[in-house]
């Protein structure tokens, strides 16, 4: 038996007495062999307060968390996202928890499923909001930001700013920040927005039929729904006092918020791939954020992201991955350099992160990545095997690679590889749990 196997199976008695919401694995045949959690609610707790593309599946997250430490611990994802992995850290009661993320949506997001709110006390103002947004003497000035009327009706526009203007004048920050992220997902389900991919479309169907949402029904809906999520949070939540800290930041750089050599463990799950070609979240995150903030600067976020940037690409990547270099090579025989170029600024950033990281981790501790291989120009890349290769070059063991089915993960069914109109292929449909050791 290995030593992550012993591992593994030392911890299956921290299970005994799991959550029926998340996974209760027996042996160790059933930890190594279950990872869709397909029969799994992701949107339980906090988790479902606002959704997020490509986000962590809690049941997975905690999983990982439970068999690889102990709540003494301090973990930390550099990919913190709309924040599975605090969120799940609070829940167990970890003592140290760590995120890095440079989407400013995501952070407020964040922050507001991690603090602790009374759901009586946000309960008790939702009839405050609803008083005054029936009052039609009621004066605000109406949101302005790039592109607003291109995306929503005079009227959701009117609705929507009457809100945000109720809202914004919540004495407690809380309560405030907790309507603020109601009136962030429901920013998108009144807008003309396409819901069926993951970059911003105005849908054909709402345009033609001059879609005219009810904006204070999303908004009581949500609400309500928010309610009940609020109240099973803080049923778990108990006395656990997680030390969080949350850095908006780039992962590409090391912060000195956490210190060095110690984590025990890294767990995250970073792009795919470029935002132009996989999932932008700059794009999801671009209404509920002008709506928040009043700003476009968002509107460039996806540039700022791995692989963001194409210029001056540096190919000494290639010698730190094999793999890389061949199939780098696959696609220059069909598209000379631009989607090459593209490719390496993405593993270039990519392996970046794992140097920065590497700051922070113990030795011995465990640095576990959640990822998919995509399709460039017809070529599968193997960014499992990459990560391997990188990893090899800063101090770490390979020690396992789990596959799983991407079950609830906001993604496009179909993408184009080859920019060639009519033809697509299935997108990435599996991931890989990669299990890395610090030597």
């Known amino acids: 038996m290995t030593e992550l196997e012993k591992l593994i199976k030392n911890s299956l008695q921290k299970f005994l007495n799991e959550d029926e919401l998340y996974y209760r694995p027996n042996t160790l045949e059933e930890w190594e062999n279950t990872w869709d959690f397909g029969k799994f609610d992701p949107n339980i707790y906090n988790h479902g307060l606002h959704q997020y593309p490509a986000r962590f599946i809690p049941q997975l997250v905690r999983k990982i968390i439970k068999t690889f430490v102990s709540k003494d611990a301090s973990v930390l994802d550099i990919f913190s996202g709309s924040g599975t992995t605090l969120l799940e850290c609070k829940y167990?009661?970890?003592?140290?928890?760590?995120?890095?993320?440079?989407?400013?949506?995501?952070?407020f997001m964040t922050k507001t499923k991690l603090q602790d709110l009374d759901e009586n006390?946000?309960?008790?103002?939702?009839?405050?909001?609803?008083?005054?947004?029936?009052?039609?003497?009621?004066?605000?000035?109406?949101?302005?930001?790039?592109?607003?009327?291109?995306?929503?009706?005079?009227?959701?526009?009117s609705s929507l700013s009457k809100l945000f203007d109720i809202i914004s004048k919540i004495v407690d920050e809380k309560i405030k920040d907790f309507y603020l992220l109601v009136l962030c997902e429901i920013s998108r389900r009144t807008s003309f927005l396409d819901h069926g991919g993951f970059k911003m479309y105005r849908s054909k169907i709402k345009i033609n039929n001059y879609f005219e949402p009810d904006v204070w029904n999303e908004?009581?809906?949500?609400?309500?729904?928010?309610?009940?999520?609020?109240?099973?949070?803080?049923?778990?939540?108990?006395?656990?006092?997680?030390?969080?800290?949350?850095?908006?930041?780039?992962?590409?750089?090391?912060?000195?918020?956490?210190?060095?050599?110690?984590?025990?463990?890294?767990?995250?799950?970073?792009?795919?791939?470029?935002?132009?070609?996989?999932?932008?979240?700059?794009?999801?995150?671009?209404?509920?954020?002008?709506?928040?903030?009043?700003?476009?600067?968002?509107?460039?976020?996806?540039?700022?992201?791995?692989?963001?940037?194409?210029?001056?690409?540096?190919?000494?990547?290639?010698?730190?991955?094999?793999?890389?270099?061949?199939?780098?090579?696959?696609?220059?025989?069909?598209?000379?350099?631009?989607?090459?170029?593209?490719?390496?600024?993405?593993?270039?950033?990519?392996?970046?992160?794992?140097?920065?990281?590497?700051?922070?981790?113990?030795?011995?501790?465990?640095?576990?990545?959640?990822?998919?291989?995509?399709?460039?120009?017809?070529?599968?890349?193997?960014?499992?095997?990459?990560?391997?290769?990188?990893?090899?070059?800063?101090?770490?063991?390979?020690?396992?690679?789990?596959s799983r089915n991407i079950m609830n993960k906001r993604m496009a069914y179909k993408n184009s590889p080859t920019n060639e109109k009519g033809k697509t292929v299935h997108t990435m449909m599996t991931e890989n749990i990669i299990v890395l050791k610090k030597l």
């Open 121 to 157: 006390i946000a309960i008790e103002e939702i009839k405050k909001i609803e008083n005054k947004f029936s009052d039609k003497s009621y004066k605000f000035s109406l949101i302005s930001f790039k592109n607003i009327e291109f995306w929503y009706s005079k009227a959701a526009i």
């Open 92 to 107: 167990l009661g970890i003592k140290n928890a760590y995120g890095i993320e440079l989407n400013p949506f995501a952070i």
């Open 219 to 402: 908004f009581f809906k949500t609400a309500q729904r928010n309610f009940e999520l609020l109240k099973k949070n803080n049923k778990i939540t108990g006395n656990n006092k997680t030390r969080q800290t949350l850095i908006y930041g780039d992962s590409r750089i090391i912060h000195s918020e956490i210190p060095e050599h110690s984590i025990d463990l890294i767990l995250t799950s970073p792009p795919y791939g470029d935002s132009k070609t996989t999932v932008a979240y700059g794009q999801y995150s671009r209404l509920p954020w002008q709506w928040l903030s009043q700003k476009d600067d968002i509107i460039q976020l996806d540039r700022s992201l791995l692989g963001g940037n194409t210029k001056n690409i540096d190919m000494s990547i290639l010698k730190l991955s094999n793999k890389l270099t061949e199939q780098s090579e696959e696609i220059a025989k069909v598209d000379n350099s631009k989607r090459v170029n593209d490719v390496i600024a993405f593993y270039t950033d990519l392996y970046s992160t794992l140097t920065s990281a590497n700051h922070y981790i113990k030795r011995g501790g465990y640095f576990i990545l959640v990822t998919g291989n995509r399709t460039v120009k017809k070529v599968y890349l193997r960014t499992d095997i990459i990560i391997t290769e990188f990893a090899k070059t800063l101090g770490y063991s390979a020690e396992k690679i789990y």
